[in-house]
């Protein structure tokens, strides 16, 4: 459905009561593709998510030789893996914008033979990337920025992937780390990983690892979290995978109700998750909110809120959203530990800064993360950056305060195509 290119969000009359299920988890989507590519077999993957971020990954998987026939409106992927060798000797692989098709290509094409290169929008030419390039420098792969400055274009020309020890810092990404993991059941001898530093969005590690076991590959874990082996020569196995639905689009639900008061329940997420942002609601319940969590569906009543203290370091693609609901809570509200989402779509703490002052809000800005003091809330305007998850985390103030205009709501795209459209159906529910 296309969007004009400014959006007004019509504010709701009275709470909301609606049940809703998001589309599948982009995260989980991504990875099980890699892990279904690589497989010695056919793959079935039902509740995908149809994004612009899958739709590159899975046309870069198709440079690469990988035959993926998409079906049912592209919840349904069957994918026929090449059992670790890459067809193609050579790519050159368009990403778009998005940060795990390039992250968890880049260390999969050095399973291959043959020259491949990677790029993508503007954007991606100025996210960092040159730890990963390290990290598979250690292994012995020719892997380089093309212009030297450690951002893509990527070239790796790749004559398999031998194995061996590698280190790789953790605190600008984890996607840098499971991309490595995804790839390395296609190395020669077996692959330790070292992480040097804190690492970022644990969770996402944890996800990877689950996803990698559920296609026959288990890998072995330190206690502290800082080493991984992966036993290689390793063949994932073929599966019939079911997606959950994406955890991080679900936040902008339960924060509605949060935001507008009633309830809202998201249903194919519950207490067995295997997606860390579903501690979320963990934040709302702080602030005031109800919630009630059962095995397949978590509802978040409204309340009055207060404003808290949070290290979002481990969900940090759900920041956003609760800098959203900060907006309407009594007292300031400090984000924390989210320092890594500058180098996102777009720098998001200096964009959360800039668009939440328009609506009335005092923010004051740190390395890592934001102190925003609800103000009187005001009509505005908001930029969104390229950035999907600010058209949808700003799209909720409008539920209450009117004159809540969204430019380029297309963004929501990325990853969340029918967002507009999921957010008016909870309106007609109520």
Known sequence: MALPDVLEVEPLTGPLHARMRPPGSKSITNRALVCAALADGESTLSGA?????????????????????????????????????????????????????????????????????????????????????????????????????????????????????????????????????????????????????????????????????????????????????????????????????????????????????????????????????????DCLEAMGCDVARTPNAITVTGRPLKGIEVDMNSISDTAQTLAAVALFADGPTRIMGVGHIRHKETDRIAALAAELRKLGAQVEESADGLLITPGRLQAAEIDTYDDHRMAMSFALVGLRQPGIRIRNPNCVAKTYPEFFGDLHSMRSES
């Not at 079906?71 to 998005?98: M, Q, Y």
């Not at 991309?179 to 690492?199: F, M, N, Q, S």
């Not at 890998?219 to 080493?227: A, E, H, K, L, M």
């Open 49 to 281: 998510l149809d994004s612009d971020d899958t739709r590159v990954m899975i046309d870069c998987l198709r440079k690469l030789g990988i035959a993926i026939d998409v079906r049912d409106a592209g919840r349904t992927l069957v994918v026929k893996g090449c059992g670790g060798e890459i067809p193609a000797a050579s790519a050159d692989l368009f990403v778009g914008n998005s940060g795990t098709t390039i992250r968890f290509l880049t260390p999969l094409v050095a399973v291959g033979h043959g020259t491949f290169r990677l790029d993508g929008v503007p954007r991606m030419r100025e996210r960092p990337i040159g730890d990963l390039l390290e990290a598979l420098t250690q292994l012995a792969v020719d892997a380089r920025s093309e212009t030297g400055n450690n951002c893509p274009p990527v070239v790796v020309h790749a004559n398999g992937l031998h194995g061996g020890r590698t280190q790789v810092r953790g605190d600008l990404s984890s996607q840098f780390l499971s991309g490595l993991l995804l790839a390395a059941p296609g190395a020669v001898t077996p692959v330790e990983l070292e992480i040097e530093g804190p690492l970022v969005s644990r969770p996402y590690i944890d996800m990877t690892l689950r996803v990698m076991a559920a296609f026959g590959i288990p890998v072995d874990v330190s206690d502290s979290f800082t080493s991984f082996r992966v036993p290689s020569p390793g063949s994932y196995r073929p599966q019939t995978y079911d997606i959950e639905p994406d955890a991080s689009a679900a936040s902008y639900f339960w924060a509605a109700a949060a935001i507008a008061g009633g309830s809202v329940t998201v249903e194919g997420l519950g207490e067995t998750s295997i997606q860390g942002d579903v501690a979320f609601v």
